[in-house]
């Protein structure tokens, strides 16, 4: 019998809490009537059908918080910013105690990590869901949750879609998540938190300097035994205000809102003294940073020469940029610090000005060559990477042919493609017609990635010859369909710099400065290390090579055995 079959079935009453913004002092509303407050006192409807507040803890302490011993897995779909929530989160499980588990077969706490920036990507979560409704009948006891975007968006919805789903937290109350799991154990009850009115009534800069609860989140960062630390992700910002008529993001995400410096580079310190050698920092519109302290304001390009400052780090990125109200200051900082490397990854989503200003982008496509220009003028030789979307409402072939005329006028690295698909709640989604035929949109996503394999083609064998600096990142996995020893592993993982669990291939893999993937044979020893990679030959996607010297040896960096980030789902 399962350690936790002691415990009843979940009800099936959710008790849902709904935040109210500011998170000054953080409330929680039940939107269920008929269901008890943590105070134990019954809340009733008014003759409005409204409820009343009930105030409870925003989080309890992890020595307040008793849970049965417990297995846990947790799935992540999406971005970068997901990658880190996920990562936090599992420190907030292990410090409960929980283990995590093989399987969801042999798991006693199930979480998925949402997007919803894209139709497709909640679709794969339900279909995760709708496999576990056996597994629920079978092992009642067993929590299932979904955390993030989706259960942002779709609030107390999906428990009546879900029926067997017992906990929901959004991505602005993830550090009440230990409080949620002792509520679901202690009373057997489906609950939520979830972000109420998320208010930008508040100046950017005024809302920065609000006490954030979330922030004690960020502040908790710990480390399963056995993993690596060799590449770290760091929020600088949470939030985004821009409300591109397409996104989810704002609505999910809430209100802009920066952290203070000074918790920031105590993370990266931190993370400097665990072996950590790159550090990405990442914002909804990261160029956006702006933080009051001691009368003056620090922006994004005073954050990077102060991360560094930091002893230890060798790379600093950050992502994702947004092209309207660029400061040409970072470009600077990019020119003169050294360990701030010469990749910008920076959407245009399009190069038509209709398009951009139905998307309400804020920008003219010749304004965006403009600020590539600019990019080139201080630092030459940097990597540029952008998104686009095809198909978005009204795109004729007259506006597609302007982003293909983008694309190659810019010549980027890398580009993300991705079909529109109308979120419900955004401005297109209400007011414009998803006019453009699902198969117009499918091969204007194929040619675009032709031109720019092309493009990257190109560039890629250009390095054939030449000697680049790799921060290598552990193993490669050699791909059985061409047999090139390409690299399997998905992208957002290698970011991380997970190290995949394929001894066998003896084929090491890592990014050099500007994002560029290189693959080479080598020893396990110089995984964490800084090498010289000649290059011999060369993909669209990747280099290849052999290793010419090692410019800095390996520090503390420890290859997990068989384990790893969950695989990431498409978001």
């Given at each position: 019998?399962?350690?936790?079959?002691?415990?009843?079935?979940?009800?099936?009453?959710?008790?849902?809490?709904?935040?109210?913004?500011?998170?000054?002092?953080?409330?929680?509303?039940?939107?269920?009537?008929?269901?008890?407050?943590?105070?134990?006192?019954?809340?009733?409807?008014d003759s409005g059908g409204r409820?009343?507040?009930?105030?409870?803890?925003?989080?309890?302490?992890?020595?307040?918080?008793?849970?049965?011993?417990?297995?846990?897995?947790?799935?992540?779909?999406?971005?970068?910013?997901?990658?880190?929530?996920?990562?936090?989160?599992?420190?907030?499980?292990?410090?409960?105690?929980?283990?995590?588990?093989?399987?969801?077969?042999?798991?006693?706490?199930?979480?998925?990590?949402?997007?919803?920036?894209?139709?497709?990507?909640?679709?794969?979560?339900?279909?995760?869901?709708?496999?576990?409704?056996?597994?629920?009948?079978?092992?009642?006891?067993?929590?299932?949750?979904?955390?993030?975007?989706?259960?942002?968006?779709?609030?107390?919805?999906?428990?009546?879609?879900?029926?067997?789903?017992?906990?929901?937290?959004?991505?602005?109350?993830?550090?009440?998540?230990?409080?949620?799991?002792?509520?679901?154990?202690?009373?057997?009850?489906?609950?939520?938190?979830?972000?109420?009115?998320?208010?930008?009534?508040?100046?950017?800069?005024?809302?920065?300097?609000?006490?954030?609860?979330?922030?004690?989140?960020?502040?908790?960062?710990?480390?399963?035994?056995?993993?690596?630390?060799?590449?770290?992700?760091?929020?600088?910002?949470?939030?985004?205000?821009?409300?591109?008529?397409?996104?989810?993001?704002?609505?999910?995400?809430?209100?802009?809102?920066?952290?203070?410096?000074?918790?920031?580079?105590?993370?990266?310190?931190?993370?400097?003294?665990?072996?950590?050698?790159?550090?990405?920092?990442?914002?909804?519109?990261?160029?956006?940073?702006?933080?009051?302290?001691?009368?003056?304001?620090?922006?994004?390009?005073?954050?990077?020469?102060?991360?560094?400052?930091?002893?230890?780090?060798?790379?600093?990125?950050?992502?994702?940029?947004?092209?309207?109200?660029?400061?040409?200051?970072?470009?600077?900082?990019?020119?003169?610090?050294?360990?701030?490397?010469?990749?910008?990854?920076?959407?245009?989503?399009?190069?038509?000005?209709?398009?951009?200003?139905?998307?309400?982008?804020?920008?003219?496509?010749?304004?965006?060559?403009?600020?590539?220009?600019?990019?080139?003028k201080y630092v030459p030789d940097?990597?540029?990477?952008?998104?686009?979307?095809?198909?978005?409402?009204?795109?004729?072939?007259?506006?597609?042919?302007?982003?293909?005329?983008?694309?190659?006028?810019?010549?980027?690295?890398?580009?993300?493609?991705?079909?529109?698909?109308?979120?419900?709640?955004?401005?297109?989604?209400?007011?414009?017609?998803?006019?453009?035929?699902?198969?117009?949109?499918?091969?204007?996503?194929?040619?675009?990635?032709?031109?720019?394999?092309?493009?990257?083609?190109?560039?890629?064998?250009?390095?054939?010859?030449?000697?680049?600096?790799?921060?290598?990142?552990?193993?490669?996995?050699?791909?059985?369909?061409?047999?090139?020893?390409?690299?399997?592993?998905?992208?957002?993982?290698?970011?991380?710099?997970?190290?995949?669990?394929?001894?066998?291939?003896?084929?090491?893999?890592?990014?050099?400065?500007?994002?560029?993937?290189?693959?080479?044979?080598?020893?396990?020893?110089?995984?964490?290390?800084?090498?010289?990679?000649?290059?011999?030959?060369?993909?669209?996607?990747?280099?290849?090579?052999?290793?010419?010297?090692?410019?800095?040896?390996?520090?503390?960096?420890?290859?997990?055995?068989?384990?790893?980030?969950?695989?990431?789902?498409?978001g």
């Open positions: 019998m399962n350690h936790l079959g002691h415990l009843r079935p979940i009800a099936s009453q959710p008790r849902i809490y709904r935040a109210l913004w500011p998170v000054r002092a953080l409330v929680l509303v039940p939107s269920s009537p008929g269901i008890r407050s943590r105070s134990s006192a019954t809340a009733h409807v409820l009343p507040e009930v105030g409870i803890p925003t989080r309890l302490p992890y020595n307040e918080i008793t849970v049965p011993p417990a297995t846990y897995t947790l799935e992540t779909f999406g971005c970068q910013m997901n990658v880190l929530d996920s990562e936090l989160v599992e420190g907030q499980l292990r410090a409960l105690g929980l283990r995590r588990a093989e399987s969801h077969t042999n798991a006693d706490v199930i979480l998925f990590n949402t997007c919803s920036v894209r139709e497709h990507a909640e679709h794969k979560v339900l279909s995760r869901l709708g496999h576990l409704k056996k597994l629920k009948r079978q092992r009642p006891e067993v929590v299932i949750g979904v955390i993030g975007c989706m259960a942002e968006r779709q609030k107390e919805g999906l428990f009546v879609s879900v029926p067997h789903l017992d906990l929901l937290c959004g991505p602005g109350e993830l550090h009440r998540l230990p409080g949620l799991l002792q509520e679901v154990w202690d009373r057997h009850e489906r609950v939520a938190a979830l972000a109420g009115s998320l208010s930008r009534r508040t100046h950017v800069l005024k809302r920065a300097l609000e006490y954030d609860s979330v922030e004690e989140l960020d502040m908790s960062r710990q480390f399963a035994t056995g993993s690596s630390t060799l590449q770290e992700y760091v929020r600088v910002q949470r939030g985004c205000d821009k409300f591109c008529t397409y996104c989810i993001v704002p609505f999910v995400r809430g209100a802009e809102r920066s952290r203070p410096p000074e918790n920031i580079l105590a993370e990266v310190r931190s993370l400097a003294r665990q072996g950590c050698r790159e550090v990405t920092l990442l914002g909804q519109t990261v160029n956006s940073y702006v933080y009051e302290e001691n009368g003056h304001v620090c922006r994004l390009a005073q954050l990077l020469e102060r991360v560094h400052a930091v002893e230890g780090i060798d790379r600093i990125r950050f992502v994702t940029s947004f092209p309207a109200d660029w400061d040409e200051d970072i470009f600077r900082v990019m020119r003169d610090f050294p360990r701030v490397c010469p990749y910008l990854h920076i959407p245009a989503q399009s190069g038509s000005d209709r398009i951009l200003k139905a998307m309400k982008r804020g920008y003219t496509a010749t304004e965006y060559l403009r600020l590539m220009d600019t990019a080139r940097i990597a540029l990477a952008g998104d686009f979307i095809v198909g978005f409402c009204g795109e004729t072939e007259e506006d597609f042919r302007a982003t293909v005329e983008l694309v190659r006028r810019v010549e980027y690295k890398s580009i993300f493609v991705f079909k529109y698909s109308p979120r419900p709640g955004t401005a297109a989604d209400r007011g414009q017609a998803d006019d453009v035929p699902a198969e117009v949109k499918a091969w204007r996503n194929n040619e675009l990635l032709a031109v720019q394999s092309e493009i990257s083609l190109r560039q890629k064998q250009a390095f054939v010859g030449r000697t680049v600096e790799v921060l290598v990142e552990g193993f490669g996995k050699r791909d059985s369909t061409n047999g090139e020893g390409n690299v399997l592993s998905e992208p957002l993982a290698q970011a991380k710099g997970q190290v995949a669990a394929d001894y066998r291939a003896r084929q090491l893999t890592g990014r050099t400065p500007h994002d560029l993937i290189a693959v080479f044979d080598g020893d396990p020893r110089h995984i964490g290390a800084v090498v010289s990679v000649r290059v011999e030959s060369a993909s669209a996607l990747t280099l290849f090579g052999r290793i010419a010297g090692v410019v800095s040896p390996s520090r503390r960096v420890v290859v997990p055995r068989g384990t790893s980030l969950p695989i990431l789902g498409e």
